[in-house]
């Protein structure tokens, strides 16, 4: 393996673990895991930027060249938005959707901004469970919309995996624009909280 082959692989551990997933054998990383915290994910996203320009120049990191645009799904590709008739977790229907866009030019859609949608729009819920992790699981309205929750089996043993049928999928891609401005309303919620920390630390 090259040392570029090795960034590579590298980069695809972070990007899983900046999407909340753990990079071992796939499975979603608990809210109340470490690795969720919203600093670390940052953390993780700002890591994967930095391999990826190193990846880009061929194993030296350089000044970035240019500012990547906000997520947006071009309009001749919208019509391509069609749901798949086998089951999906959030992150291989987050992985299906960035496939539409140029991820040269446009930001990544993660997984968490359309899990962050479907708990606003109650399809999903934050639960406690009994070993004290909290998992966001469907409401009755989202088993309803069709999504599923099943066991399987994992690196450390049985976890529970959230699916989403044709139906649960197509729901989503239909209002992929309010996912999206739930996405930047929420980036623009944390920005304005840091620059207020800021202003108070100063």
């Known amino acids: 393996m090259t040392e570029l082959e090795k960034i590579q692989y590298t980069k695809n551990f972070i990007d899983k673990l900046a999407s909340g997933i753990n990079p071992l054998d796939d499975s979603p990383i608990s809210d109340g895991e470490v690795a969720k915290n919203p600093r670390i994910l940052g953390c993780f996203s700002y890591v994967s930027d930095i391999l990826g320009r190193v990846i ?3 194993g030296t990191e350089k000044k970035k060249k240019h500012k990547k645009k ?5 309009e001749d590709k919208r019509d391509d938005l069609i749901a798949s008739e086998k089951l999906m977790t959030i992150s ?3 992985d299906m959707i960035n496939g539409f866009v140029d991820l040269d030019k446009t930001k990544r859609l993660p997984a968490s901004a359309i899990n962050n949608w479907l708990v606003e729009v109650e399809l999903l ?3 406690v469970m009994t070993n004290g992790k909290h998992r966001r699981l469907p409401t009755k309205h989202g088993k309803a919309m069709g999504i599923h929750v099943e066991e399987r089996e994992g690196q450390y ?3 529970i995996a959230v699916t989403y049928d044709s139906v649960a999928q197509q729901f989503i891609l239909d209002n992929i624009e ?7 309303e929420d980036r623009a919620k944390r920005l304005l909280e840091r620059n207020l920390r800021k202003s108070s630390q100063s």
């Open 92 to 94: 291989e229907i987050a």
């Open 157 to 159: 043993g049985t976890y």
């Open 178 to 184: 309010a996912v999206i401005e739930k996405r930047e």
């Open 125 to 127: 819920e934050n639960r």
């Open 56 to 58: 880009e120049n061929g």
């Open 70 to 74: 906000s997520f947006e799904i071009p």
